[in-house]
């Protein structure tokens, strides 16, 4: 099934999806923010309740790509994994000294980046955790993994203790709650 992109381009969205499967790397055993496709939450919401970030994303994926070709002669998604998780280390780093005040993030582009780094990774957690009625945590697979079981109309008394394993209640979305409730 081809995916419907609302707001990036092709190159924009392979950059995108390259970035938060670093963020959260998975595979078809054992998935993660590809896996779950946060790259159409992300989408979605830069189209719509995030529309004020797309300038920001823009211009963070503009600046990603020259310091990768500064770098490495390359672009992000031609990067190797093991240069991606460097550059999204350093990312990580740059953004941690941003988010404490501490000296460190002078470089306007790195400070770009920082920044651009912490929404990533900030709309990757929320596309692997959302309802996937948004988009990201296809299969619910950011819900098992957390042991969420999703969208309830309540809980028992029985299941609402602290030794409650809540990974024996079947996983439900908003979407499967609705068509209970037109039944």
């Known amino acids: 099934m081809a995916r419907e992109i609302v707001f990036f381009n092709a190159a924009e969205a392979t950059t995108v999806e390259a970035i938060a499967a670093r963020i959260f790397p998975g595979d078809a055993d054992d998935p993660g923010a590809r896996e779950a496709d946060v ?5 979605r ?17 503009a600046e990603l790509e020259h310091l990768c070709a500064d770098r490495h002669g390359a672009s992000f998604v031609e990067l190797s994994e093991e240069s991606q998780d460097q550059i999204v280390g350093e990312l990580d780093e740059r953004l941690a000294l941003l988010e404490t005040g501490e000296p460190g ?16 990774r900030q709309h ?3 596309g692997m955790l959302c309802d ?11 819900w098992r993994l957390v042991g969420f079981p999703g969208a309830q109309w309540g809980y028992s008394a029985d299941q609402m203790t602290p ?21």
């Open 132 to 142: 996937p009625m948004y988009g990201g945590n296809r299969g619910c697979v950011g």
């Open 163 to 183: 030794d409650f394993d809540a990974t024996a209640i079947p996983v439900k979305t908003l979407s499967q709650l609705r068509e209970e409730r037109a039944e």
């Open 45 to 61: 919401s830069l189209g719509g309740a995030y529309q004020e970030l797309q300038t920001a994303y823009r211009r963070g994926l």
């Open 124 to 126: 990757t957690l929320e």
């Open 105 to 120: 993030v002078d470089d306007p582009r790195l400070l770009t980046l920082a920044e651009f780094f912490g929404m990533v």
């Open 39 to 43: 790259l159409t939450y992300i989408d």
